[in-house]
């Protein structure tokens, strides 16, 4: 296998993991109100927005290093991160080009529809992205031994795909509030961890291949 898949892979990874970190510091200081509009919705969205590609990316090399008798599964989990993606992409464009402007412009009520509320078009969006970027993780985990160090990659995608339930939660229980959001936050934690893990086995099997 090409090196440029494993290093593709490393650092798509590592992006990934930043930029899930990013979001996190984000969104607690929104809720103890370090920061309010619109540099607070175009921090979130933003960082949202800069996990997407490097996600996919990351899945894109999984993809193409796992053995040929696991394929099915890995191509599972790349299918589950594009339909993560499309769904998030659309809610985060619509968020920064189209909500935040016209709210700065003293004319949100037009666009009151496209703006991501609780239990609102694009709130569901973001709830589904999420959730299929777990489906995602749920694929891939087929695709790695139960030893060494792929062994810590597979715990790490289970114990994100275990606390997304929570954040299904906290975005579709009838009534949300900033309490209702704390349950959510073990995700701060597992997805990001995922992120890097599988980052990390990429970098530890750069050094094994041989340029093609």
Excluded at 155 to 161: Q, R, T, W, Y
Aim: contains cysteine; glycine residues 4%; hydrophobic residues 55%.
């Amino acid at each position: 296998m090409n090196k440029a898949v494993y290093k593709t892979g490393f650092w798509s990874g590592l992006v990934a993991f930043f930029a899930t970190i990013a979001f996190v510091i984000v969104q607690s200081l929104q809720v103890m109100n370090f920061l309010s509009f619109p540099l607070d919705e175009i921090l979130i969205y933003g960082s949202s927005f800069c996990i997407v590609i490097p996600f996919l990316f990351e899945f894109l090399a999984l993809h193409y290093i796992t053995p040929i008798e696991k394929k099915f599964w890995s191509h599972a989990a790349l299918i589950f991160s594009i339909i993560y993606a499309v769904f998030v992409t659309a809610n985060y464009t619509v968020q920064l080009a189209t909500v935040i402007p016209m709210k700065l412009k003293g004319a949100g009520d037009e666009v009151r529809i496209l703006e991501q509320t609780p239990h609102s078009l694009f709130w569901d969006f973001d709830a589904l992205g999420y959730i299929f970027m777990a489906l995602a993780m749920l694929a891939a985990t087929p695709t790695f031994e139960k030893r060494g160090f792929q062994k810590w990659v597979r715990i790490s995608f289970l114990a994100n795909v275990l606390v997304t339930p929570l954040i299904t939660i906290v975005y579709f229980y009838p009534s949300f509030s900033v309490t209702l959001l704390f349950l959510g936050f073990p995700w701060g934690i597992t997805a990001p961890l995922a992120m890097l893990m599988l980052a990390i086995m990429f970098k530890k099997n750069i050094k094994n291949q041989r340029p093609e």
